[in-house]
């Protein structure tokens, strides 16, 4: 799955994290094509998603890993922990999401916790370069899962508000499917998933959906 484009940097993300968040979407692409043809899902694709939802609790960032930035510390280090510790969340997300087909408050997720990563990396990459054209851009994907499951969307409009001021246009096309997203989840009272679905007998592809003229 082509995660460097069109879903941005990756930076911060571990490998482990990305093999999650490919192997999730994977698993629901091959269970929902049994699901649009009436079919039982083999035992070997639930026993694939207990594996993975233990996988997940195994490699979780360490507790006691350092989040906040003071004078003396690595600001790099500490950027690169908010950042891990973000998509660590959105890997998260992104399993409930699509293989258990739970989304916003009825997830067991922190989305506090990955919303202050986030902003603490923009803030401690904004203390180390004050160049906003020399700065790393922001990752989007854990900003988008993030925005389309929290019921606190002014705390994600903020973040999102926030990343426009790189004037990037990956950024501001993801920012404007965020809000198409929400516009939808409010009229049909669907999930982003249900919103962003071409039609039910095609599984859901990220990367078809960003890779969408409307949002590249």
């Known amino acids: ?15 482990t994290t990305l093999q999650a968040i490919t192997k999730t979407e994977e698993l629901a692409e091959t269970i929902e ?8 899902v083999p035992k070997e ?3 694939s998603i207990t594996q993975l939802s233990n996988q997940l609790q195994e490699f979780q960032p360490a507790d006691d890993m350092e989040l906040n930035f003071y ?48 902003f603490r990396a923009e803030e401690i990459k904004e203390w180390l370069e004050p160049d906003l054209m020399k700065r790393d851009a922001p990752v989007i994907f854990p900003a988008f899962l993030g925005a389309c499951n929290s ?7 903020a973040l999102w508000s926030l990343m426009q001021e790189y004037e990037h246009l990956n950024i501001t096309g993801k920012w404007m499917a965020v809000k ?12 982003w998933v249900g ?13 078809d959906f960003f890779g969408g003229s409307v949002f590249t």
């Open 1 to 15: 799955m082509p995660f460097k484009s069109p879903f941005g940097s990756l930076a911060g993300i571990t490998p």
């Open 33 to 40: 094509a049994y699901e649009w043809d009436n079919l039982p």
């Open 45 to 47: 694709h639930t026993r």
């Open 71 to 118: 004078p003396g510390l690595d600001a790099r280090r500490i950027i690169n922990n908010n950042l891990e510790v973000a998509w660590y969340l959105a890997a998260c997300i992104y399993f409930h999401n699509r293989l258990l087909k739970t989304f916003n408050d009825d997830i067991p997720i922190n989305m506090g916790k990955m919303l202050k990563c986030l």
């Open 151 to 157: 019921s606190d969307r002014d705390s994600w409009f």
């Open 180 to 191: 198409a997203i929400w516009n939808e989840m409010d009229k049909e009272k669907k999930s």
């Open 195 to 207: 919103v962003v679905k071409v039609s039910d007998e095609n599984p859901l592809r990220l990367s």
